[in-house]
């Protein structure tokens, strides 16, 4: 109560009421009953007869101040890895000064707060932002409520202050993977490639930034990871690439090997990797009807036989043309060498038709050897 009100305060019982505005940004009030045992102050002219009884002023209880957030629910949503941030307007019928707004709650140290400014005149508004900025690891293992408060305060008089709240939702979408099953044939001791999809299905735009892969179970030792797709945006697909070995002294079956992909070291997804080993298959070569193929072995036979008189008639015919002088020549040649047996005598005679025709074979037979791995199969 001001100072007009106590000095107007005369001998007798009074009543006094002390309005102000609680936490939630409502108005409260109280009062009590007390007595003076003085008078007031006389009225200024003495008091003669007709003079009007003195009534000294009522001073007002503070007008009713309306303060709030707009809107009541305040949503923040934050996309991993990125961060979130919400607008908001504070409305007041009264002018205020000093005004400030803050969050409480579970995440409220991830939190800061900005006001267009710190005073606002009757009836007038001032806008704001809330933005929550966690560590990408703090947003994938946070666990505590999502449900905050956003209050503001400001001061309507050196004595009163000003309060409302509204209420601070927090959102936080995370990724995840949908991993395709895969089935892999390999043979026993062969090594073979393979990859696995995998799609990033997570809450409307959370990307991943730090993506792995991990092969777990009693046969994950056949598995080998080559590649990682690293990163992915909402709706992308990745690829786990992988080899797979068996060793030969396994047996033959499926094996079961599951695998888990991370994000930042925290599993996000699921599948499973089924291998098919089996022992290699007996190679069987079928040949097509070849007889037809001797005919090439005949003709070469033919055609050796052909240049083989043909050479030795040419050397025949070289010999009859010879001079006397040249016959005379060789004679004297053959007299002075030693004597030879018949068959080495004929082979001289003959070595070069016999050259000529070998060689000639010879080009028949490898035309013949080609065909035939032509036409030989495999399984």
Not at 23 to 34: E, I, L, P, R, W
Not at 113 to 128: C, F, K, P, Q
Not at 259 to 270: D, F, Q
Not at 342 to 358: D, F, G, M, V
Request: glycine share 8%; proline share 8%.
């Amino acid at each position: 109560c001001g100072p007009a009100y106590i000095l107007n305060v005369g001998s007798g019982t009074h009543h006094l009421a002390l309005y102000a505005n609680d936490t939630t940004g409502n108005t409260g009030s109280d009062s009590v009953t007390f007595s003076v045992g003085g008078a007031p102050p006389v009225p200024p002219g003495g008091g003669p007869p007709g003079t009007p009884y003195y009534r000294p002023p009522v001073v007002p209880p503070p007008i009713q101040a309306y303060f709030a957030i707009i809107p009541d629910d305040i949503y923040v949503t934050i996309d991993y890895p990125q961060e979130g941030s919400a607008d908001f307007r504070a409305t007041s019928t009264v002018a205020l000064e000093n005004i400030s707004c803050f969050v409480r709650g579970d995440f409220e140290n991830y939190t800061t707060v900005e006001i267009s400014g710190d005073r606002m005149a009757a009836n007038g508004t001032i806008s704001g932002t809330i933005t929550v900025s966690m560590p990408p690891n703090d947003i994938l293992d946070y666990n505590k409520s999502d449900l905050g408060a956003l209050q503001c305060v400001g001061q309507m008089s050196p004595t009163l202050i000003a309060s409302t709240l509204a209420n601070v939702h927090l959102i936080l979408n995370k990724p995840e993977f949908e991993v395709e099953d895969r089935t892999l044939e390999v043979i026993l001791g062969e090594e073979q490639e393979g990859v696995m999809p995998f799609i990033n299905i997570g809450d409307f735009n959370a990307s991943a930034i730090n993506i792995s892969a991990e092969f777990s179970g009693a046969y994950s030792v056949f598995v080998a990871v080559s590649d990682v797709t690293r990163s992915l945006e909402n709706g992308e697909m990745g690829l786990i690439t992988f080899r797979v070995l068996v060793p030969e002294d396994f047996e033959p079956g499926v094996y079961r090997v599951p695998v888990t992909v991370y994000e930042n070291g925290r599993p996000y997804g699921h599948g499973t990797l089924l291998i098919k080993a089996e022992r290699p298959p007996i190679v069987i070569c079928k040949a097509p009807d070849l007889l037809w193929t001797l005919l090439i072995l005949l003709i070469g036979l033919i055609t050796s036989i052909y240049i083989y008189r043909k050479k030795r008639r040419e050397e025949q015919e070289r010999m009859a043309k010879m001079s006397p002088a040249e016959i005379r020549r060789m004679m004297a040649e053959l007299k002075n060498k030693p004597r030879k047996g018949r068959l080495q005598e004929w082979w001289e005679r003959n070595k070069k038709p016999l050259k000529y025709a070998a060689f000639t074979m010879l080009i028949f037979v490898i035309i013949w050897v080609i065909i035939v791995w032509l036409l030989l199969r495999c399984e």
